[in-house]
C-alpha cells in the first residue's frame, strides 16, 4: 500500500482525532490530510511531476509531516535532509537528484538560496515561516490550493523517499526506498510494537533520517499521535513533556538513554502510560539497558536495529532481554535476517560473518549509483538480499549479535559519519597539510569525532579556527569535536593515512562531561 | 559581578558556538531556537559553567529558562553563585 493511502484509511476511520501535535499546535487526521492535498495541488500546479525529486531543508514541525504527504499525494519523490547541512553539500545533492523543488524554513533560507544560487538544476525554493517578498511561501501555497482530495497514484513500487547517508567513500549516497519498502517495515514495526490508535508517540528523531520517519509513518498507518519535538538537549523538559502528552511510546537513542540514565531524581511511576521505549541507531551498553529498566520499571524495552538500507532489520522481545542483553534480536515480521560467510553461505551459530538482510523493505538501491548499488543489492530466487557491512555472529537460537563495522564509519549520536567526508573537509583548509578522523569512545555519544592534523609549514591554525572551519561546511553532527596536532600521520604501506584502532584509543577518552 | 558573568559567557558561547548561527544572537534569544547550541553544545555549555565557577548544575536546573540565552544563563549563575 502507499504510505499516502495509510493515511487516507485513517482519515476515514479516526477523523477528528488528533494525528500530530507540534508545541500547541494539534492538527486533527482531516487537517493533515487536507493541508498535505492542498499542498499536493500547489505542488503540481508548480510543475512538480510524477517521479519527481522534492528535497525537504526542515527542522521537526508540522511543515515537515504535511510535506512528505503532499509530497507522495503528487506521486513526487521525498528527500528529506538533515536540518544543518550547509551550502556546498546541498548544492551538490540539488544537481544529483536534479531536485524540482526545495522547501525550507526561514531560518535555514541562507544556506537554501545560497545552494540554489550554485547549482546548476535550479529547484523552486518554497519557504515556510518566511515573512519576505521575493520568494514563494509555503503557507501561500496551502492557503490558495483547491480542498479536493486528490485521486492517489497507483504504482507502490513507486520511489517514495530518498535519504541521503554517509558512504564509506565520503560522498553521501541517496537510499531509494519505494512505498512498498516504507510500508513492509512500518507494518513489521507496527505489528511487534502493538501499536494501536491509542498510541501517542513524541519524537526528537530528525524526520530526515530513518528511524525519525518509521514514527511518523506508524502513527499514521495505524491512527495514532504523533508529537514532534524538536531535541533532547533539555532531558527534564522532554521528560516532562512525556507525562504530560501521556505518552505510550518513545523512541530512544543511547546517547538519549544515557542522559535518561543520569537523572537522578526521576521516580518510578512517573510515566504509568508509557509502555515501551525503543533503541536503535546505536548498540546500547548493557549498563545503559539495565538502568534504563530500572528507571522505567513498567516499559517495555525494545532494542532494534536497522540501517537506512532497509530502515529496520530485527528487534528483540523484551522479555528476552534478561536472558540476551546483547543480542539485537532477530528479523522483524516478515523478513530474514541472517549471518553469512564470505560466499553468502550462511555460518553456524557462534561463527563472525557479514550480516545479510531479505525481505520487502530493501531498498532499490543507491541513486545514481550503480556501483555501490551492485556491491551491497545481490539478486537471489526471492528478491534482492542486502549486505549491511556489519559483522555479525548468531547463538544456537537464531539471536544476533553486532560485532562490528566493517568498514571505518564513526558512530556519533546514532548518526553515521565518514570519516573520509570530514577529512576531505579539513583538506579544504588552507594550511593543513595531512589530516586524519578517528572516533572517540564517550560515555554519552557512543563515539565522538576527533581529527588528527598535520600542518603546513608556518601554519598557524588553531583548534579553533579548524572546528570552526568545518561547522561552516559540515552538519553539526559531523563536526570534530577536538583537534590533536601530530608532527605525522602514520601511513600503510601503500601510503594510505590510516589510524590503528590502538591510535584512537590510546590518546584521551572524549572530554564531553 | 553580574557583568562580569555576563561576559565570559558571551566569550564562551562566541568561541564555542557562535560559527553555527547565520546572524549575531541577542541575549535574549534562544540559543537553541536559532541552532547556536544542539544537545551536545548544552552538555558542553555545563561542563564549563562547573569548572569555570566551581559549582555543580544539578539535573533539575538543566532546563531553558537556566541555560537557554545568554541572560538566563547570567541570572541562574548569578543566583547559584550569591546562594554558594
Known sequence: MRIEARLRDSVKRFAAKTALVVGDHHLTYVELDAFSDRLAHSLISHGVQHGDRVLMLLENGTEAVVSFFGIWKAGAVACPLHPSTKADKLATIIDSTDARLLITQARHRKAASAAVEKAISKPLLVVAQGEDSGVQCFEDMIAGAPDAPLPLFPDCNDLALLIHTSGSTGLPKGVMLSHVNIDAACTAIARYLKNSADDVVPSVLPLSHGYGITQMVTMASVGGTLVLEKSFAFPRKAMERLAEVRATGFPLVPAMAAMINGMTDLPPGSFPHLRYVTSAAAAMPPAFIQRLQQRLPQTDLFIMYGQTECLRATYLPPDELERRPLSVGKAIPGTRAFVVDEDGLPVPPGVVGELVIEGPHVMRGYWGDGLATMRALQPTAQGQRLRTGDLFSMDEDGFLYFISRSDDIIKTRGEKVSPQEVERALYALPGIKEAAVGGIDDPIFGQTIRAYVVLCEGAMLSERDIIRHCAGVLEDFMVPKSVEFRDALPRTPTGKIRLSADETRSTEQGNVA | ?84
Do not use: C, H, W
Not at chain 2, 16 to 23: G, H
Not at chain 2, 60 to 75: A, G, K, Q
Open chain 2, 1 to 84: 559581578m553580574t557583568e562580569a558573568i555576563e561576559d565570559t559567557v558571551r566569550e564562551f558561547i562566541a568561541e564555542n558556538f557562535l560559527f553555527r548561527a547565520d546572524a549575531e544572537v541577542s541575549d535574549e534569544q534562544s540559543l537553541l531556537d536559532t541552532g547556536v547550541m544542539d544537545s551536545t553544545g548544552v552538555l558542553e555549555l555545563i561542563a564549563f559553567l562547573e569548572q569555570t565557577y566551581g559549582i555543580t548544575v544539578a539535573d533539575e536546573e538543566i532546563v531553558p529558562e537556566n541555560l537557554d540565552s545568554i541572560s538566563n544563563m547570567t541570572s541562574y549563575l548569578s543566583t547559584k553563585l550569591a546562594a554558594a
